[in-house]
């Protein structure tokens, strides 16, 4: 399957919106495997917040497209510290299992080798062990760090369950 990868615009927002959101909850996440519907209920993300992504000059979204349809994304920030972090890896979940993710992620990678960053960073909820085994298998290492799930913030979405936390993970890229 041929991708096109290109930074996001406001033309996108609704179509950044519609995607994220039925890869990570509700129903149509369950075709792929990297639902959150078990443990979330509620939005992944809204136009207002990608909007402001797009908007920032230290953040950019990367999109997917087949066939000049949406079919991936990825929010990367850079940091101060010479750090990429990024988040919001997402693929159609009728696609999810093809490889477009890991194209996703090395194409992510590549422009934060050419912007100078030294490292990729990003943060998983823990628990989600087969997500955590496809970060590791791209040279992701836990860094130790963690941070409760902010169970207040409908922003993130609607917990299911009070025990939730996300790990971070870092990779070098030298």
């Not at 999109?63 to 159609?92: H, K, P, Q």
């Not at 960053?117 to 836990?142: F, H, P, Q």
Request: charged fraction near 30%; glycine fraction near 8%; include cysteine.
């Amino acid at each position: 399957m041929e991708i096109l990868f290109r930074f996001a615009t406001l033309d996108d927002l609704a179509p950044l919106v519609a995607l994220v959101n039925s890869a990570y909850r509700g129903e149509s996440s369950r075709q792929g495997w990297t639902t959150e519907a078990d443990i979330l209920d509620g939005q992944r993300t809204d136009e207002d917040s990608l909007r402001a992504d797009i908007e920032n000059p230290s953040k950019q979204i990367v999109c997917g497209f087949n066939n000049d349809r949406l079919v991936a994304c990825i929010a990367l920030e850079w940091r101060r510290d010479n750090s990429c972090y990024f988040g919001m890896l997402t693929v159609d979940p009728t696609l999810q299992a093809n490889g477009v993710g890991k194209r996703l992620l090395d194409h992510s990678e590549g422009i934060a080798r050419t912007r100078g960053a030294t490292k990729m960073r990003m943060c998983v909820i823990d628990g989600r062990n087969e997500l955590i085994a496809w970060y590791e298998r791209r040279g992701y290492s836990r860094t130790g760090e963690r941070c409760e799930f902010p169970v207040h913030d409908p922003k993130f979405g609607l917990p299911k369950r009070h025990d939730l936390y996300f790990s971070y993970f870092e990779k070098s890229l030298r």
